[in-house]
């Protein structure tokens, strides 16, 4: 049985990726919000708001936490980019997703993710240099490489959550 945590399997480390991988994950990127759209399309707001697993986040939460982490890789890869601090601030997941604005409607987020994406795979387009590096909260490096593959990996994988609960639910 597939571990409901990790649909994918975990999370893989980062590393350099082949110019094919790379132009996968970028793909992947650019597929992602469509996917996600799709991947909550027709749920009710009570459907919205189970858990994808016990105690895991709500669908509504997933949603929001993507496009909140991968605003924050936006803004990493900005960083690393323009050659400013690009220190990855440490996220706070249980509290944030404990706010109020995660209960905000699911379309906020799914727009946000459209135009974030469109935007940074544009900034992605232009990179010669993927083993430019900022760093990660516990001050390891972190390259665009590696943060590209992660990113793609996260949004697959959350984007699996909430696939995967449907069809437990017959949703």
Known sequence: MIDPRYPLGPM?????????????????????????????????????????????????????????????????TARVLSGGEALAQ???????????????????????????????DEVLADVTDWQQAGLRPDGSEWTLDGLLGQAAWHGRHHTAHITRLREREGW
């Open 90 to 120: 440490p996220a706070h997941e249980e509290a944030w997703a404990a706010l109020p604005a995660s209960s905000f409607a699911t379309e906020l987020s799914l727009l946000l993710l459209e135009r974030l994406h469109i935007h940074w």
């Open 12 to 76: 893989p480390q980062p590393r350099d990726l082949s110019d094919d991988e790379r132009q996968e994950a970028r793909a992947a990127l650019r597929a992602l919000p469509g996917e996600l759209r799709a991947a909550v399309a027709g749920l009710s707001e009570p459907q919205l708001d189970t858990p994808y697993r016990e105690g895991g986040w709500t669908v509504r939460q997933v949603v929001h936490h993507v496009a909140d982490r991968h605003l924050n890789a936006y803004v990493h």
